[in-house]
């Protein structure tokens, strides 16, 4: 499977620049430039593939660029260096609403919702041996005064601000915990050494970097359920309910409730209303059953999805998703 999603995001970005330059002007007004994620992850062949798709049956140029993920494309789409992006919907509200990380350097006003991708849950894991049982066991208040080593992925990443979220339903804070943000390599090795107790995931379903933490250690997933789920949900309407079944890694034995939140392919508001229109006929027409084919969480790529995260319209459409989506029967 790795070997697969390497040759494909080889392939598409020789594919995208080779179109790019080949095109010329005829094709100008049709082509952006899309910033994704890391290489590692699942959203860059995802990214990679929607844009494969829309060149191959809409037409258009679409530039797949790796990057540092939603913060990272935000801040270059509002420099017009990136036209598209991919992004966590809670940086994506944060950013056009400039707050959170955002307050200094004001409202991204230019950002626009095409679509959500598929679920990216909200996954607290612990050693299943180990002395934490649920989330309230990081209160160092009801823990014996302890605080256990967490890693919520990287600084400054769309996990960690998550993961200030969700621990705020249970009234904690980082300062509670030994808050070690680390890349997903230094967090598994931290965690296998037992250097860290809990690792804090924000990702795509079955998880690489879970099922390698879990492959000598058996490991529990802790709820997150109930009032506190509620709380959270209130708060921040991007998060949903999800379940991870049983026996989808090491120690998992039986079904766990979460929580989880989609993935956004966002736009500037001024990317041409046709490109946008195309892009999405091809994704969820001819193009979809290549796009769900990318890794199993690509599956839950379709239509019903479309608009999880933002069925408020919390994030404005752009204008061309609002077309494609009044003719699919979605939005009024």
């Given at each position: 499977?790795?070997?697969?999603?390497?040759?494909?995001?080889?392939?598409?970005?020789?594919?995208?620049?080779?179109?790019?330059?080949?095109?010329?002007?005829?094709?100008?007004?049709?082509?952006?430039?899309?910033?994704?994620?890391?290489?590692?992850?699942?959203?860059?062949?995802?990214?990679?593939?929607?844009?494969?798709?829309?060149?191959?049956?809409?037409?258009?140029?679409?530039?797949?660029?790796?990057?540092?993920?939603?913060?990272?494309?935000?801040?270059?789409?509002?420099?017009?260096?990136?036209?598209?992006?991919?992004?966590?919907?809670?940086?994506?509200?944060?950013?056009?609403?400039?707050?959170?990380?955002?307050?200094?350097?004001?409202?991204?006003?230019?950002v626009t919702f095409v679509t959500n991708l598929y679920p990216n849950a909200i996954c607290p894991v612990v050693m299943k041996s180990g002395p934490?049982?649920?989330?309230?066991?990081?209160?160092?208040?009801?823990?014996?005064g302890k605080k256990y080593g967490f890693s919520p992925g990287s600084p400054g990443?769309?996990?960690?601000?998550?993961?200030?979220?969700?621990?705020?339903?249970?009234?904690?804070?980082?300062?509670?915990?030994?808050?070690?943000?680390?890349?997903?390599?230094?967090?598994?090795?931290?965690?296998?050494?037992?250097?860290?107790?809990?690792?804090?995931?924000?990702?795509?379903?079955?998880?690489?970097?879970?099922?390698?933490?879990?492959?000598?250690?058996?490991?529990?997933?802790?709820?997150?359920?109930?009032?506190?789920?509620?709380?959270?949900?209130?708060?921040?309407?991007?998060?949903?309910?999800?379940?991870?079944?049983?026996?989808?890694?090491?120690?998992?034995?039986?079904?766990?409730?979460?929580?989880?939140?989609?993935?956004?392919?966002?736009?500037?508001?001024?990317?041409?209303?046709?490109?946008?229109?195309?892009?999405?006929?091809?994704?969820?027409?001819?193009?979809?059953?290549?796009?769900?084919?990318?890794?199993?969480?690509?599956?839950?790529?379709?239509?019903?999805?479309?608009?999880?995260?933002?069925?408020?319209?919390?994030?404005?459409?752009?204008?061309?998703?609002?077309?494609?989506?009044?003719?699919?029967?979605?939005?009024?």
């Amino acid at each position: 499977m790795k070997k697969f999603l390497l040759l494909l995001i080889v392939f598409f970005m020789l594919a995208g620049l080779l179109f790019a330059t080949g095109s010329g002007e005829k094709n100008a007004s049709k082509s952006v430039i899309m910033g994704s994620s890391s290489l590692g992850g699942t959203w860059y062949p995802t990214a990679a593939m929607m844009a494969g798709v829309a060149m191959r049956y809409e037409g258009l140029t679409i530039t797949v660029q790796a990057s540092g993920g939603g913060m990272e494309n935000l801040r270059l789409m509002k420099q017009n260096q990136y036209q598209m992006g991919l992004c966590a919907p809670n940086i994506a509200n944060y950013a056009y609403k400039g707050e959170a990380f955002f307050k200094e350097e004001g409202r991204h006003e230019n950002v626009t919702f095409v679509t959500n991708l598929y679920p990216n849950a909200i996954c607290p894991v612990v050693m299943k041996s180990g002395p934490i049982k649920s989330m309230y066991d990081f209160d160092p208040a009801k823990n014996g005064g302890k605080k256990y080593g967490f890693s919520p992925g990287s600084p400054g990443s769309d996990d960690e601000l998550s993961w200030i979220e969700v621990f705020a339903g249970y009234g904690i804070d980082k300062s509670m915990m030994s808050w070690r943000p680390l890349s997903h390599n230094e967090r598994v090795m931290a965690f296998k050494d037992r250097i860290l107790e809990a690792l804090g995931y924000m990702t795509a379903m079955p998880s690489g970097s879970i099922i390698e933490a879990s492959a000598q250690i058996p490991i529990r997933i802790l709820e997150i359920t109930g009032k506190e789920r509620d709380e959270i949900i209130r708060a921040c309407p991007w998060y949903y309910p999800y379940v991870v079944k049983a026996g989808l890694y090491n120690g998992v034995d039986q079904d766990v409730e979460i929580i989880a939140q989609g993935g956004f392919v966002i736009a500037n508001k001024d990317v041409p209303e046709e490109v946008i229109y195309k892009y999405l006929t091809a994704v969820f027409g001819r193009g979809l059953t290549e796009v769900q084919n990318v890794a199993a969480a690509t599956k839950e790529i379709n239509l019903e999805n479309a608009l999880g995260g933002n069925e408020t319209a919390a994030l404005p459409f752009h204008k061309g998703a609002e077309k494609f989506f009044k003719e699919k029967g979605l939005i009024k």
